[in-house]
């Protein structure tokens, strides 16, 4: 099957003029969305606060690991309805900066309330720490549809995928940065009382009360605000290239619906993405957890852990942004989901006293430094894979998207974009909650994200994608 469509100037095609590069100003203001919005992601659902709820807060980890599954697939669920609506309303109406400082708020709202996560919370503050990181999570997303659809105004398509991977290693770099202060100078560990760096924490917090881990949300909050001021300066806010169709924002996104049974690729690359997305979302809300689990790490090991992942992430990002121009989206998302496969079988296969499944190695002896042990070494050569090519099958995805979608359409291509990332987004966390609950095993909870990867894998083979000449 031929997996390339020969275009000369996609932009003109569909209507829409050619697109000149905005000024470095704005495309650096534009990356750092990325940036911004990264330390949510790098320290409350993957290194610091997730795992922080699943052994502290909740009564065991595996209830909390079930209890944060189940409101990440709440989360999910609201993201995959509401995406594709807000989409179209924005392109209705035409500028997208007002809809992202009003998710904004809400956003930043629901970062500061998880400081009230107290070790072994009493039912009402887990509900309402699980609750704001719901809110928090959904309005992640909706702000990302809409900063997402404003890149092909930016730059030429033979650019989208360099932009696209330059934002992303600037997101990890951010959540590098974040993880380093957090983990490095803030986060405190109760039975030594320093920090990873083994320096004395900067500010006089708790640490039998986990005021350090608490704090993530808070610090998340602040970094977000200051970090998007230059987007809300120097980004341009230009309309859609169809502008306002004078329909209801329903009647437009139904006609988009309808639409797409007559674009199989695009259908075939949605129904792809939703299901590789939802098994790389679950690899990184659970990936933390299951370690911690494994090995006892605690504030020390996972901010090394998170500190190296991210390294990885940055760099991998780069050379996918790279990568993507030269061979093109697609086969960077292919070779990345073969890999990621690998990658996250591997973490899999390691437990307290195994590599591989089946090779016994010496557990970790109690109070040894952190990644002393054969098993921590492999589950984190496992993990570094995972986070080099993590970051290329989303920047690659976005830049995808970009590429196919109608210019006057592109926050509602944007908006099934994220519909098409959360719509089954509640089955794999909810499937990983329901396995660990039934069988108390949070690695064969884990397992089931494997059959999201390859049934995302296969559908990827019938999609075409533009050739940029």
Partial sequence: MQDSIATTDIAAQRGGAPVVAAPRRALVSWALFDWAAQPYYTLVLTFLFAPYFANFVAASPAQGQALWGYAA???????????????ALA????????????????????????????????????VLVLAAFVAATAMAEFTTVFTNAMMPTLVPQSQLGRLSGLAWAIGYAGGLVSLALMAGFIVADPATGRS??????????????????RLVGPFAAIWYVLFMIPFFLFVPDKRGAGGASGRPALAELWSTIRS??????????????????????????????????VFGWGALELGLFGIVLTLAGTVGAVIGGVLDDKVGSKTVIMVSLVLLLAGALGILSVDAGHVLYVNEVVPKAP???????????????????????????????????????????????????????????????????????????????????????????VLMLPVRTPVRT
């Fill in 91 to 126: 392109d209705g109406g035409g500028r997208r900066k007002p809809w992202i400082a009003l998710f904004s708020v809400v956003f930043v709202a629901g970062l500061a309330t998880l400081w009230l996560a107290r070790p072994a919370a009493d039912t009402s503050t887990i």
């Fill in 196 to 213: 990873v760096l083994g320096f004395e924490p900067v500010l006089t917090l708790d640490a039998v009360q986990r005021e350090g881990e």
């Fill in 367 to 457: 109070g040894s430094g952190p990644f002393s042990s054969t098993g921590e070494l492999v589950f984190l050569a496992f993990a570094v894979l995972v986070g080099m090519v993590a970051a290329p099958v989303q920047a690659a995805s976005r830049a995808l998207l970009a590429r196919l979608a109608p210019p006057e359409k592109m926050t509602q291509y944007f908006g099934l974009f994220a519909f098409s990332g959360k719509v089954t987004a509640f089955l794999a966390p909810l499937l990983v909650a329901a396995v660990t609950q039934a069988t108390g095993s949070q690695r064969i909870g884990m397992a089931s994200i494997a059959v999201f990867l390859i049934a995302g894998l």
């Fill in 73 to 87: 697939a709440t989360a999910g669920i609201l993201i995959a309805v509401g995406s594709p609506f807000l989409g």
């Fill in 260 to 293: 797409l049974s007559g674009d199989r690729n695009m259908l075939h690359f949605l129904a792809a993405r939703m299901l590789y997305s939802d098994g790389l979302a679950a690899i990184f809300a659970f990936g933390g957890i299951y370690g911690a689990s």
